[in-house]
Nanobody, 117 residues
Framework: VQLVESGGGLVQAGGSLSLSCVAS????????VGWYRQAPGKQREFVAL????????NYAASVEGRFTISRDRRTNTAYLQMSSLRPEDTAVYYC???????????WGKGILVTVSS
């Protein structure tokens, strides 16, 4: 199983960007999928989480109300819609997932999001 992120890039403060995370090598759905980020010189931190069964979500306080996590079961893709972006959102964003019937945790390689002021 591989997780591949896409959609990163450079955006001005106040703008929007959408990240995607596709799970390949499996037909099983996510039991849980999340996004984490790591800014330069900082530790990786939690951003958002979606539970596959209930569809319930959790967000870090710093992104609550600005970011939305979602998923498409048909294509086994997770999304992170980011709006009202701030320079402090600049980081490498990582997709994290647990796959049904697998019991293992997977990480994508990460994708860079840069927010200019």
């Amino acid at each position: 199983v591989q997780l591949v992120e896409s959609g990163g890039g450079l955006v001005q403060a106040g703008g929007s960007l959408s990240l995607s995370c596709v799970a390949s090598g499996t037909r099983n759905s996510f039991t849980q999928v999340g996004w984490y980020r790591q800014a330069p010189g900082k530790q990786r931190e939690f951003v958002a989480l979606l539970r596959g069964g209930s569809g319930s979500t959790n967000y870090a306080a710093s992104v609550e109300g600005r970011f939305t996590i979602s998923r498409d079961r048909r294509t086994n893709t997770a999304y992170l819609q980011m709006s009202s972006l701030r320079p402090e959102d600049t980081a490498v964003y990582y997709c994290n997932a647990f796959i049904l019937g697998d019991g293992m945790e997977y990480w994508g390689k990460g994708i860079l999001v840069t927010v200019s002021s």
